[in-house]
């Protein structure tokens, strides 16, 4: 893959290259080139190939700079981190996120550019078009309070849909427990991963998958549609800046809850919540239950009001929501 990433690199001009030329510059054969164009391809590309003049990109592709992550993230959050780790290709961010040996108190981020076994919430799988989109994970290992742990995914969401509202010009939302929404179509999914027991320390995983240029391959389809920040914001960015500004309101996020507590967590998380009020399912097992959404409590749960006018506790490793 590392070849292929080079071959992107010199078509994210986005003009026309021959073969021969693209061959040259990467000391390959023109058959080599012409393979790797179909298997990009295959993992979501869009090429124009003009017959006797060679190929164009179509795809709107970045390459992560490591400089410019860097110098995107504010000091405090930078010497939070012990790690930074871009690769050309990963199966998983979170699988090496979790085999990674920490500092405790620490934090590390691992990204890159092409994630091919990416995978979410009850199942689900994604994977990404190379240099397009974003998949990252970051890792803490260390003492963390029960309540944090209780809230640790919404707290994310919360982090990532302020993020996008304030800083990109969208109106995003969370789905709980763990999915981020722009005009009701998704942009963005979590899954946080846990390995210990506390009160002793814990490893926290936080692991993000965010449709920046293009919309993933959905391996299983989601109920609603899906959507990508390109489509949705109204300004120029780099996925590399954008990278820096969601590690370091999520980092951040974690201490000012500590600061703060959950009652800030959950005043934040209503005025952005996608099910608030509205006419919601929820799907446990066989059964489905009817209701409207009413926010969730203070260990993160979802709060439905029933048809009697009962509110309704759910927890999110065990049920499916759909809205109308």
Not at 17 to 42: F, M, P
Not at 241 to 254: G, K, Q, Y
Not at 264 to 275: G, H, N, P, V
């Amino acid at each position: 893959m590392e070849q292929k990433i080079k071959l992107l690199h010199a078509l994210s001009d986005h003009k026309i290259w021959s073969g021969e030329a693209l061959a040259s510059k990467l000391g390959v054969t023109r058959a080599t080139v012409s393979q790797w164009i179909k298997l990009l391809e295959k993992s979501g590309m869009e090429f124009n190939k003009v017959k006797g003049r060679g190929y164009r990109l179509l795809s709107p592709v970045q390459m992560l700079d490591y400089k410019e992550l860097l110098a995107g993230l504010s000091p405090e959050v930078r010497n939070r981190l012990s790690q930074v780790d871009i690769s050309v290709q990963s199966p998983s961010t979170n699988d090496t996120a979790i085999k990674a040996n920490y500092e405790p108190g620490k934090w590390k981020l691992f990204t890159t550019e092409h994630q091919t076994q990416g995978r979410g919430r009850r199942g689900r799988s994604w994977e990404n078009p190379p240099c397009s989109n974003l998949a990252f994970s970051l890792g803490y290992k260390g003492h963390i309070p029960m309540p944090q742990l209780y809230m640790s995914s919404l707290l994310v969401g919360y982090a990532i849909a302020a993020e996008l509202t304030e800083s990109f010009e969208v109106e995003a939302k969370i789905k709980w427990p763990n999915d981020i929404y722009v005009n009701d179509c998704k942009i963005a999914g979590i899954l946080c991963e846990l390995q210990g027991s506390p009160p002793d320390d814990v490893l926290l995983v936080i692991g993000v998958g965010m449709n920046v240029f293009s919309e993933p391959e959905l391996t299983t389809q989601s109920a609603a549609g899906i959507t990508s920040l390109a489509q949705v914001c109204g300004k120029a960015f780099s996925r590399t800046e954008l990278l820096a500004r969601l590690v370091d309101r999520i980092v951040s996020s974690f201490y000012e809850f500590e600061q703060q507590g959950t009652s800030w967590l959950l005043d934040r998380w209503s005025e952005m919540d996608l099910l608030q009020g509205r006419p919601i399912k929820v799907i446990k097992g066989d059964q489905e239950i009817l209701g409207t959404g009413a926010g969730v409590d203070e260990s993160g749960q979802l709060r439905l009001l029933d048809d009697n006018g009962s509110i309704v506790l759910f927890n999110g490793g065990e049920v499916s929501v759909r809205w109308s």
